[in-house]
């Protein structure tokens, strides 16, 4: 993408005067997606975004700017301005050797989205639109959305590391909205992978639709979700999001280290029930939250989180890595070049365990069935979380029954981490997500066995 | 600011016979701040710029974007942008706006000094905001982080058919979470002030809020499932009235997922509401002489006295239902396409101050804070459920905390149980306006 000796000169320039550490990181972004809303495709859109981020760090202090010039100059004063920003005080000059250090992709990419004919793309749309007004008449609209992105990105640092990445995402999401006696109701369904168009050979759009045009007309006879504290058995691939949001975050060490996680000082504790096993696995191939290497150009890697209910790990980002002299967990993440990157997750989810999952839901006497979960939010600092209902049904007799209303529900992670009493042997990845932390938002992907939590609190009306 | 205007114009000129074509450019440098116990923990200065091309040709639509003003990017984006416009299918109501002989307000939005002040003094407010929050209450044990950040953003449309708007807004703000710990119990609050220019910001406010806002949370327990009368603080009715505005978008009408579609004249409320939507009024953070069209801004009732009275359009909702366009097309950057919002709502003020509305409250919740809008509202069937916190209302006064409940209803019924509107109208950083809000009848689920 850039001249080695550019980013050199770049690096050099960085710190000039003075700085612990420097960094370039240049990303090349180019975006397609295709909507169609009531019965008509809107509108085709695509767009290129590129430009560079540069960091320096002097002492605790990071200096940041970014450029959309990516001509020399345009570096040197991005990498001028990010000096000042880290107030550098001594001076000198120093060589940067670079040396390139790649990972290996997590997959290959099969069929480039951008050598692929916007009508084929288009196509998609129409044919989702009829298999979801298929499922009958109730079916009043249909929302339709075909999205992919390239991402391209090298990152340089004045530790001589030279590497990249080649980011190929591939997005189809269906909503649908269905209308009876009891007003209207909406269903939703996404399938996302790091792939390109060969995604349609293996998911039919049509299928697609069809479980978004389901779940819609499944809500129309929903009664209300109960009111108060409940066991929850979330099904397999619906409910990555509990331990997204129930431990996941607590788990980054920028929170840890600000004491703004309960999981603080925990690490070789009991913080689960024995039977949780959680992994983060930015290597998972194909899956939405992969890569090869992080945004601080550090390999993805499987990190075990937690096992067997122990603490092993927190996840980290390159600078407090170096700080404690540990190695790197490749969680270092960034929404695009004009942002510093954090501590993020990549794929986060829960392993099998040996229980049938039909015992899990016979062996629940009144309950509630969780097939899919919405987004969810947490407050690190308390452990307190919630987690949208997307498609539940109620628990009675140990058996599924009626289909409930949308809610959130509520709990404590580490309560709830302590309160998982079954996990059963059919493990599934989720639903492609977007996780948001400090007002950026990356890629991420999640899954769980079906699971049975002794409490929860759902926030619904019914008494 | 010409510049930005000079690039549209420029833009359009590629447009062709037949094409209408509309330009939208945007700028803005922002500086951001952000301390950790004493120290600058990160300092990032930036220009971002961007254009997004729109095409309509046959009444088909295509858009393209490119994130830079390079000569050469901003012709191949107009060049994707008419290629695909022969993707979409054809819509008799496709079109950039026409000038409608509206005047854009006049609006001081705009505080030129913001470029001038030093670094060193924002990272000093930084620092002090920081410093006045620890000082505040020797229960506040840490501070999660604490930002300052300023933005001065512009932007121009100019199109095939005589729109021709610039506007420009300075903003700086200032924000700090807090950590109040007693024994193992750990509870967070925050607290902000925001203003065009520096010279606004309140750091003693920004830190009163966040230390009070955590600190009174210590303690805090789940309460029991019950029905309640709820009093929602300025900051939760903002949330609250943003995703009411959202469901009187007119898109949502013509595409058949409005709560209000075809509800015009009948009562949708209390009495007590009146709705507002006026991107006119300066105090508002939404406040622009213009919208992402480039047609002037304008006063829009949304509920009068709790009957529904209008929706916000823009060009392309208005022609689909036969009306004019209010000024209220709005776009989430130069990278999407217009929709149709709001950006400046709120609701009319009541006469009665929140400690009055509270005291009038025997049994009840003043809720002061609510996650998970995203995940348990539903705008479509009106399902409304959030994770929630915030204090005890005993006999008219304030008691213990209370935390990890949920309160629910659908926004139908939330709007029809409103029992009092507070006078403490506060404009908030976002698209709506708060004030306090007493609510009947809600469900709170907890232990």
Not at chain 2, 274 to 292: I, K
Not at chain 2, 340 to 362: F, Q
């Amino acid at each position: 993408m850039l001249d080695d000796a550019v980013i050199q000169r770049t690096l050099a320039a960085a710190l000039r005067t003075g700085g612990d550490f420097a960094e370039v990181f240049v990303e090349d972004k180019r975006s397609s997606a295709a909507m169609l809303d009531d019965g008509r495709v809107e509108e085709l859109s695509s767009g290129r975004d590129r430009g560079a981020g540069i960091r320096v760090v002097v002492g605790e202090t990071t200096g940041f700017a970014h450029t959309a010039d990516l001509s020399e100059a345009g570096l040197r004063s991005a990498a001028e301005a990010a000096a000042a920003a880290a107030r550098s005080g001594g001076g000198g000059v120093r060589e940067v050797a670079l040396t390139r250090r790649d990972a290996p992709r997590p997959n290959e990419v099969a069929v480039l989205p951008e050598s692929v004919p916007k009508g084929d793309k288009v196509e998609l749309l129409r044919r989702a639109d009829e298999a979801a007004r298929g499922e009958g008449g109730a079916i009043r609209q249909v929302r339709a959305r075909y999205g992919d992105s390239r991402r391209q990105i090298l990152v340089a640092n004045s530790e001589g590391l030279l590497t990249g990445d080649d980011q190929v995402r591939t997005l189809f999401v269906v909503s649908a909205v269905a209308s009876g006696d009891t007003g209207m109701q909406t269903g939703y369904e996404t399938v996302g992978r790091t792939v390109g168009f060969e995604l349609f050979d293996r998911y039919e759009v049509e299928g697609i639709a069809r479980t978004a045009a389901r779940r819609a007309l499944t809500k129309l006879a929903a009664r209300p979700a109960p009111s108060g504290t409940l066991p929850v058995v979330i099904g397999p691939g619906g409910g990555g999001v509990l331990f997204h949001e129930a431990c996941g975050h607590g788990l980054e060490k920028d929170l840890v280290d600000k004491g703004a996680s309960v999981f603080r000082g925990k690490v070789g504790q009991q913080v689960a029930s024995p039977l949780v096993t959680l992994v983060d696995d930015g290597t998972m191939a194909e899956e939405w939250g992969c890569y090869a290497v992080d945004d601080e150009g550090t390999p993805a890697q499987r990190n075990v989180l937690i096992e067997d209910g122990v603490l092993s790990d927190y996840m980290w980002d390159m600078l407090r890595c170096r700080k404690e002299g540990r190695a790197r967990s490749g969680n270092g993440r960034r929404q695009s070049y004009q942002h510093l990157p954090m501590v993020r997750m990549t794929n986060t989810y829960l392993l099998g365990g040996q229980d049938d999952p039909a015992d899990i839901v016979a062996g629940t006497d009144h309950g509630v069935y969780v097939a899919s979960l919405g987004g969810g939010q947490v407050n690190t600092a308390t452990g307190d979380f919630v987690f949208g209902m997307r498609e539940a049904y109620l628990i009675e007799d140990g058996q599924i029954t009626e289909p409930l209303r949308e809610g959130n529900l509520i709990g404590n992670g580490p309560k709830v981490l302590l309160d998982i009493e079954a996990v059963g042997n059919d493990f599934a990845m989720g639903s492609p997500g977007t996780c948001g932390k400090d007002g950026q938002g990356v890629p991420v992907g999640d899954g769980v066995p079906t699971l049975r939590v002794k409490a929860l609190t759902v926030g619904g009306t019914a008494a | 600011m010409t510049d930005l205007v000079d690039i549209a114009d420029g833009i359009v000129g590629l447009a062709r016979d037949g094409e209408e074509l509309e330009a939208y450019v945007a700028r803005s440098t922002d500086t951001e701040v952000r301390v950790y116990e004493g120290e600058v923990e990160q300092l990032a200065v930036a220009d971002s710029q961007g254009v997004g091309v729109r095409i309509v040709r046959d009444g088909r639509q295509g858009f393209a974007y490119c994130g830079t003003f390079d000569p050469d990017a901003l012709a191949e984006t107009v060049a994707e942008a008419r290629d695909n416009a022969a993707f979409g299918e054809p819509d008799p109501a496709a079109g950039v706006a026409v000038p409608d002989g509206v005047v854009p307000p006049a609006l001081d939005l705009w505080r030129p000094a913001l470029a001038d002040v030093p670094t060193a003094d924002k990272v000093a407010l930084a620092l002090e905001l920081e410093r006045a929050t620890r000082a505040a209450d020797p229960r506040i044990t840490g501070i999660e982080s604490c930002d300052y950040a300023d933005s001065r953003g512009e932007s121009a449309v100019v199109t095939t058919t005589g729109i021709r708007l610039a506007t420009r807004a300075t903003g700086a703000e200032l924000v700090a979470y807090s950590l109040a710990a007693d024994g193992d119990d750990t509870q967070t609050g925050f607290g902000f002030s925001l203003g065009r220019d520096i010279e606004s910001l309140d750091v003693a406010a920004a830190a009163r809020d966040a230390a009070d806002r955590a600190v009174r949370m210590l303690g805090a327990t789940q309460p029991p499932s019950a029905r309640l009368t709820v009093v929602l603080d300025p900051w939760v009715t903002a949330q609250l009235v943003g995703i009411v505005a959202g469901t009187l978008s007119a898109e949502e009408v013509v595409k058949g997922r409005s709560l209000f579609g075809g509800r015009e004249g009948e009562q949708v409320a209390s009495p007590l509401v009146t709705l507002v939507e006026d991107p006119t009024d300066a105090r508002s953070w939404g406040a622009s002489p213009g919208d992402a069209e480039g047609l002037a801004s304008r006063r829009v009732p949304l509920i009068a006295g709790g009957v529904q009275d209008g929706f916000v359009h823009n060009t392309w909702t208005a022609r689909r239902l036969g009306t004019q366009s209010t000024g209220s097309a709005v776009r989430g950057g130069f990278k999407s396409t217009p929709g149709a919002g709001c950006r400046a709502v709120s609701l009319a003020p009541g006469t009665a101050a929140a400690a009055d509305l509270v005291a009038g409250v025997e049994d009840g919740i003043l809720i002061q804070e609510v996650s998970g809008l995203h995940s348990g509202v539903n705008p479509v069937s009106g399902d409304f459920s959030t994770g929630a916190e915030g204090l005890r209302i005993r006999n008219g006064e304030l008691a213990e905390p209370l935390r990890e409940f949920t309160i629910a209803s659908t926004l139908q019924r939330l709007l029809s149980d409103v029992a009092a509107v507070g006078s403490d109208l506060t404009w908030l950083p976002m698209s709506a306006a708060g004030l306090t809000l007493v609510i009947a009848d809600v469900s709170v689920s907890g232990s």
